[in-house]
């Protein structure tokens, strides 16, 4: 038996045995997480991709997550009057919007070769405005909504608003806050993996900043792009003018000042990129608003 510097036995056979057994646990960790991924992927009508969202949450458990969200946030910011002209406006543009979900839905998937799933049939759709600063907007899964007072001026006019509100109410069809949740479990199995494989605290960090850089980011940004397609067409099939959405981003990134993060290291696409993406779809949005929008067929 082989002595260490201060005079400790070391059992070989030990060490031996411990490696042995850290193996097994990471191996364990790596079929649990490949077992949760592949059993959990299921193809999206809107893009024809797969996806992962986690198959115990149902359309009612994913609501109700909305609805506790939407509550405390209105518990701690202040809705504007519902009867003040800015309410009546905004409201009535998601009128216009959720009148297209289906249509759109269906179209789109059409275009995959899938069968729309009209998960949204069970929203309860409602929309607030809430007194701020922010130019934001946001809508969580089950259909509650919220434009902050901030983004009208940069808006400026109800096509640009569609745009964003239209970009907002895809999230929600596209369940993009269930597929973040189910990244997120397959994270926390990774760190746990690292833990028991007995990754030290200086490299469990390195090792998830990597991961975020690599992919966490670049996935939240297809979420992005893919919210902008999504929204681009309700907006058209709504009557709205698809093309306001290019100036409004520039204008979007005016508000910004210049002082978001380099896009690799962002959860969105920069102004410029979105930009290029948008007047890329610009002719199909034009298809869809002649297609969708009864005004311009009567045209």
Not at 45 to 72: H, M, R, W
Not at 141 to 169: C, Q, S, W
Not at 232 to 259: I, K, T, Y
Not at 264 to 271: E, L, M, Q, V
Request: aromatic share 8%; hydrophobic share 40%.
């Amino acid at each position: 038996m082989r002595q260490d510097p201060v005079g400790n036995p070391r059992d070989p056979r030990r060490r031996r045995g411990v490696g042995g057994l850290r193996w097994i646990v990471l191996l364990g960790f790596a079929i649990y997480g490949g077992c949760y991924y592949f059993s959990n992927r299921t193809v999206d009508p809107y893009t024809g991709e797969k996806v992962l969202i986690d198959a115990s949450l149902d359309a009612e458990s994913e609501k109700a997550l909305g609805l506790q969200a939407y509550q405390q946030i209105l518990s701690q910011e202040r809705p504007v009057d519902p009867d003040t002209q800015v309410a009546r406006q905004i409201r009535g543009i998601a009128q216009r919007l959720i009148a297209k979900v289906e249509p759109v839905e269906a179209a789109l998937a059409a275009e995959h070769g899938q069968a729309p799933n009209r998960f949204s049939q069970g929203f309860d759709w409602e929309v607030n405005v809430l007194q701020s600063d922010q130019a934001n907007a946001f809508c969580l899964p089950g259909g509650k909504m919220a434009v902050y007072t901030g983004l009208v001026p940069v808006a400026k006019n109800a096509d640009a608003m569609a745009v964003v509100m239209g970009h907002e109410i895809a999230h929600a069809l596209l369940r993009h806050g269930a597929q973040r949740m189910a990244q997120q479990k397959l994270t926390e199995i990774g760190q746990m993996a690292g833990a028991a494989g007995g990754m030290d605290a200086q490299q469990q960090p390195m090792l998830m900043s990597a991961f975020g850089y690599g992919y966490l980011l670049p996935y939240a940004r297809t979420h992005e792009t893919q919210a902008d397609e999504v929204g681009l067409m309700l907006a058209a099939a709504a009557c709205f003018d698809p093309q306001e959405a290019v100036p409004l981003w520039e204008r979007m990134g005016a508000a910004s000042g210049g002082q978001a993060p380099p896009e690799f290291a962002s959860t969105h696409p920069n102004p410029g990129t979105r930009i290029q993406n948008l007047q890329a779809l610009m002719p199909k949005a034009m298809e869809y608003r002649q297609r969708f929008c009864e005004t311009a067929q009567a045209n």
